[in-house]
């Protein structure tokens, strides 16, 4: 019994799983507000407040509030805040660990309609190499030391109260996440200040860059997003991770081409067992095309909860037995 | 003069071609006698490859003549290509003992002799499903050169550019433009284009060929054998020139039958016959002296790595979005980063791969085969022989070439071989 229902795990149509999931979790997040669901405001993605009608909030924009408190009021109880702001935050992230990004996160999911849409018209997706891929990966630790950081300098006074939440200024789910709901108020530069000027602008730019760099590359901003870096940073305290056993591995290259985050040491590491990087998104999209039996596993604790096989391989490739001369037929054509 | 004219017309003199057939037929013959009538019961399902074989090499019968023919020289260049721009790949790798001593004229005594044979072969122009071009990546430095001996006997020869370390990012990148490049000229020479439906149909289907070879490997994982090492590889080698939707039904064939065979406990070996995992200078047909010998000293093959045998089948495409290049990639970075060939700068991935089939066969031991000429396979004896007895796996390292005399001595070490693994099995019960 228990070997059969593995067998119909690993042998499941994992984009059609993950697609269900990820229009359930959408709807939520961009419409949820109108069933009155609310799950708070420390979710680990991209669920962003400005749009009203989430089901719950970014975690970003309390951590960016509490830290630009005063100094003072920060290091005496308010500290205890934050602290519990981040544990809440932990509470939810250890339940799926990166597949927030693969699964839940709406701004994730809505870069892969855009991949479906450029499948769609028959343009072929972009890739970066191997040394633009080293460069640009560290661009998301810096967005993150801006939404820690300039928080901070505002509560010591450095900076003043326009650079409050000033990632969110620049970050371009603020303006795209309403959209959904029909509010186009954010597509505006604010001339306030000009600190305001200078950031929404670059918030309007990154709108933009995003729209255009999701359309012809895989999950272009999920590479950006300081999020996917503070996942990184507990990413070891998850029930949930992803495995490799390397003596299983032929380097074949197979979990590589499919990988929408071009995460190398998924095919090339052979002797690390923990295989889970800070540019992974768990969409498990590599554990579904290894034609290796167990040699990339999804785990839940210590249990193998969905593992690369032989035959689900062959089931998710299309392997099939050829049929009458369908393949002479179609070479004639 | 007479007498000359005399006996001319007693018997036609015989051409240097009748002469290579007449041998080769014997060669053929004896191999496929042995295992039809040497072994224990081999499957009924057999037969069909041990009369292509015969047809083949016996009676000179040709299988494509309707298609045409592309040559291979190693197995980097991908036949889902080939048979998606509806050609057909021949594998010229050569086993014959007659052509390689054809060959011994053209190439440096010392050479491999399956280059020498393979080369041999083609400049005798004296073959049955001619390639009407050939591709020849750049592997080895033999088989490197011999692409352009093979090219000055007139045959149409593309050399297909090849890395020799896989590691980096450079060689991926290479490879891929390598194989674009590669389907490009086949595509022009062929005629027609390359399309997401027929590269698609083609990729599948070679799927499922593949898929039936790992089918026969699981049996081979059991205590239960249903099939010899030998047999296996008459399957696989007929893989390098069969028409595929023949092989693939006579292979879905035996499937069935070895399932049967299964089911009633027909064991092809002995009770406490060791397990043999076989690597290194592939057997190619006739060629199966060492396989042979093995399996002639109560011993059985359960697994290989070899690349005229598990090596084609084993590694597999995978494709996010099917667009023709997508395909082409993917297709590139399996024959290049999955590929246990020793030519590369580091031997690690064969290793592996040779240490998880021991485990996942549960073998005794490891018999490492290379050719007297083999370089490559020459050199990574060490690094293998370190790697194993690291592990504790007993192996044995024997050199061959593809002369008929030897077989005594041969046998002798492999039998001692085998002898020692058995009282290693019993002193541990
Ligand atoms: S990395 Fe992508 S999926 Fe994850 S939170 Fe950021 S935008 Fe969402
Ligand atoms: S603007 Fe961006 S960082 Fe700020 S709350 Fe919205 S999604 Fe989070
Ligand atoms: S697909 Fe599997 S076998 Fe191939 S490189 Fe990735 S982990 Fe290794
Ligand atoms: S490594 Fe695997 S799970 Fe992570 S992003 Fe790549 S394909 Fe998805």
Same mark, same amino acid.
């Given at each position: 019994m228990k070997s059969k229902l593995k067998r119909i795990i690993n042998n499941m149509n994992l984009a059609r799983v993950r697609f269900s999931i990820q229009l359930i979790s959408f709807a939520l997040f961009v419409y949820g507000g109108y069933f009155a669901i609310y799950l708070g405001?420390? /979710?680990? =993605? !991209?669920?962003?407040? @400005?749009?009203?009608?989430?089901a719950g909030a970014c975690f970003l924009i309390p951590l960016q509030h509490q830290l630009s408190m005063p100094a003072q009021i920060l290091l005496g109880g308010a500290g205890i805040a934050v602290i519990f702001g981040i544990l809440t935050f932990l509470f939810w992230f250890i339940f799926l660990n990166k597949a927030w990004c693969g699964y839940v996160c709406p701004f994730g999911t809505f870069q892969d309609w855009l991949t479906y849409l450029r499948k769609s018209i028959g343009i072929r997706y972009s890739t970066y190499t191997q040394h633009q891929f080293e460069k640009l990966s560290k661009i998301k630790y810096i967005l993150l030391a801006i939404v820690v950081l300039v928080p901070l300098l505002i509560g010591v006074g450095?900076?003043?109260?326009? +650079?409050?939440a000033a990632f969110c200024q620049i970050c371009p789910a603020r303006i795209i996440s309403p959209t959904f709901s029909?509010? $186009?108020?954010? +597509?505006t530069i604010d001339f306030s200040t000009k600190t305001s000027m200078v950031l929404t602008a670059i918030g309007m730019v990154f709108a933009g860059l995003f729209l255009i760099g999701s359309f012809v590359k895989k999950r272009f901003f999920c590479f950006f997003c300081p999020m996917s870096a503070l996942h990184y940073i507990f990413s &070891? $305290?998850?029930f949930v991770q992803l495995r490799k056993d390397g003596s299983k591995?032929?380097?074949?290259g197979d979990c590589y081409a499919v990988c929408d985050m071009q995460i190398k040491d998924i095919a090339?590491?052979?002797?690390?067992?923990? =295989? /889970?990087?800070?540019?992974?998104?768990?969409?498990?999209k590599c554990v579904a095309a290894c034609?290796?039996?167990?040699?990339l596993h999804f785990d839940i604790f210590k249990l193998k909860a969905f593992s690369s096989t032989k035959e689900g391989f062959e089931k998710r490739m299309g =392997?099939?037995?050829?049929?009458?001369?369908a393949h002479d037929k179609h070479t004639r054509a | 003069m007479t007498s000359i004219q005399e006996h001319k017309q007693k018997h036609k003199i015989e051409t240097p071609n009748e002469k290579q057939n007449r041998h080769k037929a014997m060669e053929a013959i004896k191999v496929l006698n042995t295992l039809k009538e040497g072994f224990k019961e081999p499957p009924k399902a057999m037969s069909y490859f041990y009369d292509l074989f015969e047809e083949v090499y016996?009676?000179?019968?040709?299988?494509?003549?309707?298609k045409v023919k592309v040559g291979t020289?190693?197995?980097? =260049?991908?036949s889902e290509i080939i048979y998606a721009l509806d050609g057909v790949p021949i594998r010229l790798c050569n086993g014959f003992y007659t052509d390689d001593e054809i060959g011994s004229d053209l190439l440096?005594?010392?050479?491999?002799p399956l280059v020498k044979a393979s080369v041999g072969h083609l400049s005798s122009?004296?073959?049955?499903?001619?390639?009407?071009m050939i591709y020849s990546p750049t592997t080895c430095d033999q088989k490197t050169k011999a692409g352009t001996l093979i090219s000055s006997f007139g045959y149409d020869v593309v050399d297909v550019d090849f890395p020799r370390? &896989?590691?980096s990012e450079i060689s991926r990148e290479f490879f891929r433009r390598s194989i674009r490049d590669f389907s490009v000229d086949l595509s022009h020479k062929m005629g027609r284009k390359l399309t997401k439906k027929n590269l698609r149909a083609s990729i599948s289907k070679i799927g499922y060929a593949q898929s039936l070879y790992h089918r026969l490997s699981e049996f081979r994982k059991? *205590?239960?054998?249903?099939?010899?090492g030998n047999d296996m590889f008459i399957v696989t080698n007929a893989?390098?020139?069969?028409k595929l939707d023949n092989w693939i039904e006579a292979t879905e064939k035996l499937v069935q039958e070895l399932e049967q065979r299964v089911k009633e406990n /027909?064991?092809?070996?002995? *009770?406490?016959s060791p397990r043999i995992v076989y690597t290194g200078s592939p057997p190619i047909f006739p060629n199966y002296k060492i396989p042979l010998i093995i399996e002639d000293s109560?011993?059985?093959?359960?697994?290989d790595e070899t690349c005229s045998s598990n090596r084609m089948f084993n590694d597999r495409v995978a494709v996010d979005e099917w667009f023709v290049n997508d395909m082409i990639d993917s297709l590139a970075d399996k024959y290049l980063k999955a590929c246990t060939c020793?030519? !590369?700068?580091?031997?690690d991935d064969r290793i592996r791969r040779i240490i998880e089939l021991v485990r996942s066969h549960n073998a005794d031991g490891v018999i490492y085969q290379a050719f007297a000429g083999c370089t490559v396979y020459e050199l990574e004896q060490r690094s293998v022989l370190e790697a194993m007895e690291k592990e504790g796996i007993s192996i044995l390292y024997i050199e061959s070439d @593809?002369?008929?005399?030897q077989h005594g001595q041969l046998s002798t070490r492999v039998e001692a071989f085998v002898e020692s693994l058995k009282i290693k099995n019993r002193n541990r019960k």
């Open positions: 405001s420390k /979710l680990p =993605i !991209f669920a962003c407040p @400005y749009n009203g009608k989430s450095a900076l003043g109260g326009e +650079w409050g029909g509010d $186009f108020s954010q +597509w &070891k $305290f998850s591995c032929t380097r074949c090339d590491d052979v002797v690390s067992t923990e =295989i /889970l990087r800070d540019d992974c998104i768990l969409c498990l034609p290796e039996d167990d040699a =392997i099939a037995k050829p049929k009458g001369d | 016996c009676h000179q019968k040709a299988l494509h003549t309707d020289m190693c197995i980097q =260049i991908p440096p005594q010392k050479a491999c122009k004296n073959l049955t499903d001619k390639p009407d370390t &896989k590691e059991s *205590k239960i054998v249903p099939i010899l893989f390098f020139f069969d /027909l064991h092809v070996a002995g *009770k406490v109560d011993a059985i093959i359960v697994a020793p030519v !590369f700068s580091k031997n @593809y002369s008929p005399s």
